[in-house]
């Protein structure tokens, strides 16, 4: 062995090298407040390994860079764990710089002969920022896309040359592949590069003066092998451990594939970057504009720091008291603002809910990608524009909202709200006009039309048509109008509930209940066969028990049981409403179109005609699979029910809204 | 090999004679040596910096369209596109209406065929003209979302507020929101009392107070 080493040695000179590494004086003895530069040089270590082997597994470009880091973090082995590594240490790499900057000038180690070893390490330090900021851009994700838009369009506002610098880093006029192929340049090759440049002189001229020690008496002087390695170790082993645990049981987010045209509501930067968010949004700053904000207040505070050496040269213990008591300030402003952010955005509902959305979207990409179908070549973006359980409650939100409810909210889980009533009162919950379609076509829905009709449609008794129309009846007029407390049906259901109620008709209302349901054709609900055929029974034949015997829904709507028409001709229809497949998709598809048809309400029906100039036919086919639940089922948990809250919210005010919630 | 081995003698332990040349030649020498040293360098990463300004340097050309015959074009000669949506679509009451505008989009190597490529706001007040904005906040390029309640225009990120003719609200955004071109026509042709709507789908640059198209 000692033979081989002298082979090595005299071909080499390993020893001296070894011994120039490993044998630096470490005055005072071994501490724990120098471990900082090595966790930094040990995150990055981390970073090179990790980001080597993400590197073997990602593709960039716009149609591959979601679908290979999905492909890494839910079907590699250990892929969540390397993305989930490589994506902590990237933050806590940000964390640990920060500390290391503020040691540094706490204990005066910027100060001469050690000038240029701290521009060394504010280099460093941008190479770092830069390396954060272009790979929160590769997962090619809705959060990155839009977030990195805020920073090429912050570049755009550079004096001079600042649409040069966007176009450039963007690799043209607008995002696409090249701005993926031109990051990732950056992100995997440039950057690390010039860190490992500037970390090798960094450490070069750190052992040209050795450490910056205080107190050399306090201890005997010792060697760096192996006391103060053994504390290095110790704090990156506890580095590693943190970042380990978070990858492990907290998996980084992976959110939707981004689409320009698909509006992101939560974007935000990474939390280390809401300081400078936080910033832009004051006021004071905003008035300014944005290349005050963004680049002439950071580049003032970057050019305080790097003056900071000449600063305790000029003004001796003065200016190391100022650059320390401007540190101070500097890193308290941060966190200050840090908070702010936070406790701002966790307290505005807007965000929350958009983030909400955020999260159901990103979730349901990657339900549908690892479904059997796998990733169009297209790309995950085609997969979520063409699912309606995506875009459904968008649409719902978009074209149903201002009336219908679903399950007490506007379809995106936020509830709806109108203006107050005068320009200072603060907005106030709005009541639905028409019914809540949470339910629509379920069991529970077709019972309450069998059992409860006039309360199941007394939203509708929250609108204007309404209420003209009951004034005008008041005052005499004829008017012919839709009135949930007062049609056929209403004063066939409450002149028949005891009936309905009866024991011996129990069954017969579950079955009427399973085969209305059954009829639906809504995807994910199993019925009961027998049910279906004694209830088709019933609704045609009318075999009820007792005195609703011989009563049966065909006597009216006499196309139930029947196919829903591919052309729909209203010249044989009765006056009474089709329930020919009532709340199936064709159905649906044929009421949102004409709504206003002989067939469904005719003229009196309120509700807006969606034309295919309104509603193109794609929108109307996303909505009406969503609303019949038929697309690929869904494990990711969907907004919450808001009824409740909603019912909360209108009770004080007007006794309309109150008597016109539906009975839980 | 032993370590009572002779020490193998290495070159930058050892002071070589260095022949004595003539203190001019000396300067030629180094001369030539130091230019065709920054030469090497010089040439590859000249080309390799010229190689990465492509995006401002190179010419693009024209795409294609895939119009079939007898069919009329989705986008015209002046880069208007027809909207999904007509006339009737947009609210009378002067609510905005949100449409995702498709083209074709060309992404480097690749033609993507009718994809959004963008969101506009339109709106109308009563039978007066329809204005289209294009949704994205001309501060740092989120996008603006109509707020009912307030009745105007908002931006998630930076909180910029559009009063529904467009108009800033407050001092963060450094213009307008982005007006588009609108032309309202009959299969194709222009007619003020047309029913499709024409847009000329254009993004501008953020962060700027002039509107400057990209």
Known sequence: MIALINWLETRTGVKALMHEAFNERVPGGARWRYVWGSTLVFTFVLQMITGFMLWSAYSPSTRTAWESVY????????????????????????????????????????????????????????IVLGLSLTGYLLPWDQKGYYATQVTTNIMSATPVVGREVQVLAQGGSDYGHLTLTRFFAMHAGILPTLLVGFLVLHIYVFRRHGLTVHDPKRAPDTTFWPDQVLKDSVACLAVLAVVLLLAMFRAPELSAPADPAVKFD????????????????????????????????????????????????VLGNLGH????????????????????????????????????????????????????????????????????????????????????????????????????????????????TAADLGGFGNRQWMTAIVMDYSNHFAWMKNSTWFRDAQAKHAAGGTVDYINPDSSEMADWTSGNLDDLKSAENADNVR????????????????????????????????????????????????????????????????????????????????????????????????MVVYSSQKLSDENLDLLVRWLTHNYTPSTVPDYANQLDVLNAALAPSSSVAVEAAPKK | ??????????????????????????????????????????????????????????????????????????????????????????????????????????????????????????????????????SICPHLGCSVDYIREENEFYCPCHASAFALDGKKMNDIPPRDLDVLEVSMRTHGQQDANGHEIWVKFQNFQRATSDKIVI
Not at chain 1, 85 to 97: E, I, P, S, W
Not at chain 1, 404 to 430: Q, Y
Request: with cysteine.
């Open chain 1, 71 to 126: 492909h890494i973090q839910h079907e590699m082995f250990l892929g969540n764990i390397i993305r989930g590594l490589h994506h902590y240490a990237a933050q806590g790499m940000v964390v640990l710089m920060a500390i290391h900057l503020i040691q540094v000038i706490i204990d005066g180690a910027y100060k001469a002969p050690r000038e240029v070893n701290f521009w060394l390490g504010i280099v460093l330090m941008m």
């Open chain 1, 266 to 313: 939560a974007a935000r930067p990474e939390w280390y970057f809401l300081f400078l968010f936080r910033f832009l949004k004051f006021h004071a700053v905003e008035s300014l504009g944005v290349t005050f904000g963004a680049i002439i207040v950071p580049g003032i505070i970057m050019g305080i720091i790097a003056a900071m050496p000449i600063t305790a040269k």
């Open chain 1, 321 to 432: 008291t100022l650059n320390r008591a401007f540190t101070w300030a500097l890193a308290l402003g941060v966190v200050v603002l840090t908070l702010m952010a936070f406790y701002e955005d966790a307290n505005n509902v807007e965000h929350q809910a958009a983030l909400t959305e955020a999260h159901r979207d990103g979730q349901r990409a990657i339900e549908l990608s690892i479904g059997p179908d796998k990733i169009p070549v297209e790309g995950a973006v085609t997969l979520l524009r063409e699912d309606p359980f995506t875009h459904g409650p968008r649409l719902f939100a978009q074209h149903c909202s201002s009336c219908h409810r679903f399950n007490g909210h506007d379809g995106r889980g936020s509830l709806v709200t109108e203006a107050g009533k005068t320009d200072e009162a603060p907005s106030v919950i709005a009541a639905p």
């Open chain 1, 511 to 606: 079955a009427l209940v399973e085969f209305l349901a059954a009829e639906t054709g809504h995807a994910g609900t199993t019925y009961d066969a027998a049910l279906v055929e004694k209830g088709r029974d019933l609704a045609i034949k009318g075999s009820w028990a007792g005195a609703l015997n011989g009563t049966s829904c065909a006597s009216c709507h006499d196309t139930i049981g029947q196919d829903f028409p591919t052309q729909p001709d209203d010249s044989t229809a009765s006056s009474y409403p089709t329930l020919a497949k009532y709340a199936s998709l064709a159905w649906l598809k044929d009421f949102i179109r004409h709504p206003d048809a002989a067939r469904h309400y005719g003229a009196k029906n309120q």
């Open chain 2, 1 to 134: 090999m032993t370590s009572t081995s002779p020490e193998i003698p290495t070159a930058g332990s050892v002071d070589l004679p260095i022949s004595v040349e003539t203190p001019r030649r000396s300067l030629l020498v180094q001369l030539i040596t130091g230019m065709l040293s920054f030469l090497i360098i010089a040439v590859p990463s000249t080309l390799s910096g010229l190689f990465f300004l492509d995006p401002i340097l190179r010419k693009r050309k024209a795409a294609s369209d895939d119009t079939a015959d007898g069919e009329v074009p989705r986008k015209d000669e002046a880069g208007f596109i027809r909207l999904d949506v007509t006339k009737e679509a947009v609210p009378q009451d002067g609510t905005p209406l949100s449409v995702t505008v498709n083209d074709d989009l060309v992404d480097a190597w690749n033609m993507f065929r009718d994809v959004p490529v963008g969101s506009i706001w339109l709106r109308k007040v009563g039978d007066g003209p329809i204005l289209a904005f294009n």
